[in-house]
């Protein structure tokens, strides 16, 4: 059974979109982050942002292929085969979000390795989309040689998603999920609501509140305006330093982590905010003094500070050196 004219509208269009966010986007996303070394996971959110979209388009392109009868050589029925095709649409978003961490973290391995699987697992996708759904802009060419290929590597990279899910599930429990949960509602768009109640906090009873909405683990346009909002405040200054000078201070170095501050408030925080690290540290419990999930997260807190402050603040003469020393001592510690 050949495609229908929908199908192949709706098929080819998908793929086309996928094949742009990869080659823009997503591509100047990895590079950027590839410049900039990272040691820590905050580039998850933003290649999280284009690759999400990209295997949504391709799983409905894919989906397209399997409704035209592009996957009845299998041999199993129509839905089943609708099943495994939303399957192995995540299975191969998840094999090259894995590359594409590989790519941007290769520890002592040549990034060579991981680059070429990232494109081929996209375009070798695309092609299955576009040549099955348009087989008479090829004429004679038979499409058994790119589907059963792609058909074979995305049924082993099923097996081993399906696989090291349940090992991850098993290991990580209700904890886990609902980390990855939080990833991926980070990334949807920011309810009327949600801006609604940003705008009603008060600067002054509310700052605290604001400046917990006021980083990278919200919504992006919560994040904007809370931001927007603190810095409404003329006082706004004097605050944040007074909150990075005293009392608890994880919310603060949040935000001086992931805001674009302006020149003033880089001169203006640059002290407090070595303050408020070196009492995180104090307080931080050591490795034998703490829970394994507990540890997990103060050092993923700890290290994203230590490589995005001493960078941001080292214009203004502020040294992080003597105390990144002694994180990295107490983090030892066993």
């Given amino acids: 059974m050949g495609a229908t004219t929908s199908q192949q509208l709706i098929g080819s269009l998908c793929a086309g979109a996928a094949t742009v966010v990869f080659l823009w986007p997503l591509h100047n996303t990895l590079s950027e982050w590839v410049r900039k070394e990272v040691s820590n996971d905050q580039w998850v959110t933003p290649t999280l942002s284009y690759l999400v ?18 996957f009845d050589w299998i041999g199993r029925g129509r839905p089943m085969l609708c099943a495994l095709t939303v399957a192995a649409a995540l299975a191969l978003a998840a094999v090259s979000f894995v590359f594409i961490a590989l790519y941007i973290r290769p520890g002592f391995t040549p990034r060579g390795l991981y680059s070429p699987v990232i494109y081929m697992v996209t375009f070798s996708t695309v092609l299955v989309v576009l040549i099955s759904l348009n087989q008479k802009l090829v004429p004679g060419i038979p499409t058994r040689w790119l589907l059963r290929p792609w058909t074979w590597f995305t049924a082993i990279s099923l097996v081993g998603f399906l696989t090291y899910s349940g090992y991850w599930i098993a290991t990580n429990g209700i904890r886990g999920l609902s980390g990855v949960a939080m990833r991926v509602i980070v990334l949807l768009p920011a309810t009327k609501e949600e801006l609604d109640q940003v705008a009603q906090l008060d600067t002054k009873s509310d700052f605290e509140k604001l400046v917990w909405r006021a980083n990278h683990e919200e919504k992006r346009a919560v994040c904007a305006a809370a931001t927007a909002r603190l810095r409404s405040d003329r006082e706004f200054l004097e605050r944040m330093s007074a909150m990075l000078d005293s009392g608890y201070a994880e919310p603060a170095l949040a935000f001086v982590r992931d805001a674009e501050l302006t020149p003033e408030e880089t001169s203006r925080f640059a002290r407090p905010a070595l303050k408020a690290l070196e009492r995180w540290v104090n307080s931080a419990p050591a490795p034998n003094f703490t829970t394994s999930d507990n540890l997990k997260r103060t050092r993923r807190f700890g290290d994203e500070l230590f490589h995005v402050l001493p960078e941001k603040f080292a214009a203004t003469g502020v040294d992080f050196s003597e105390l990144q020393a002694w994180y990295k001592e107490k983090m030892a510690t066993e």
């Fill in 53 to 70: 979209p990209i295997w949504l388009l391709l799983m409905v392109g894919l989906l397209c292929v399997t409704a035209s009868g592009g």
